[in-house]
């Protein structure tokens, strides 16, 4: 038998992957948007990360949800529009077992009459800090530029945010810096002790919803294997009481 030559056996394969990538864009009604793009690790403007492949996003009212799969050097952004949770399963390449994924979610709800406000005037604090750069406080400054880091990564890390008021909180919407958090719980103060609203043992999700009448919500970080846990934004939605 002929062996076919190198060359045109790598064009063969190029062009067998375009196919199948043009096909999904083609079949794919679900899509609003797609583009292919580099760098996997970098947080998409606007959005917070929701889930790893094979997990759930849950979040509150309507979002847009932002999947994004790579297959070697090639990712894939895709985009759809998702109520309260959805699962984070795409299937860009068609190659379930050889592609990665990650799922964000649009800060912003996609129904603002629905969405409570930013609750204004929080006052955070740590278990530690990393320094003076790495405040508490640059983690509820409205930046993505600034962020809070913990000196270590003991598991009894906690970072914590004050409310001005007794407030309903709906969510809590926490940008992560380089997720790092593989472990943790969300509690809510309820005027006479702290009360676990999650306990998770996976990555932290980017967007949680509640619905808790309190003054201060506490992350307790349980796993952080191998790097201090960080937090670029931590922001509460909720309505004065």
């Not at 799922?103 to 996609?110: A, E, K, Q, T």
């Not at 619905?211 to 307790?220: H, K, M, Q």
């Amino acid at each position: 038998m002929r062996k076919m030559p190198i060359f045109r056996g790598a064009l063969l394969a190029a062009a067998l992957l375009g196919s199948a990538l043009g096909t999904h864009a083609q079949t794919s009604s679900s899509s609003s948007s797609s583009s292919i793009r580099s760098g996997f690790d970098v947080i998409p403007a606007g959005y917070v990360f929701c889930a790893n492949k094979g997990g759930l996003c849950v979040f509150s009212n309507t979002r847009t949800v932002l999947y994004r799969s790579c297959f070697e050097t090639l990712c894939r952004d895709v985009t759809k529009e998702a109520t309260d949770f959805i699962s984070c399963i795409p299937e860009v390449f068609g190659l379930a077992a050889s592609y990665d994924a990650r799922c964000y979610v649009r800060m912003s709800s996609s129904s603002s009459s629905s969405s409570a406000p930013y609750v204004t005037g929080l006052v955070a604090t740590a278990s530690t800090q990393s320094g003076d750069a790495r405040r508490p406080m640059q983690a509820v400054d409205g930046s993505l530029n600034t962020r809070w880091e913990a000196s270590n990564t003991s598991l009894t890390t906690w970072f914590q945010v004050e409310l001005p008021r007794q407030t309903l909180v709906k969510s809590l919407e926490i940008v992560e810096f380089g997720s790092r958090i593989k472990g943790y719980a969300i509690e809510y103060w309820s005027g006479t002790a702290w009360v676990v609203a999650y306990n998770s043992p996976g990555p932290l999700l980017g967007v949680l919803p509640m619905s808790t009448p309190t003054v201060a919500v506490r992350l307790r970080i349980t796993t952080t294997p191998g790097a201090q846990p960080s937090i670029s934004e931590f922001r509460v939605r909720g309505v004065p009481m």
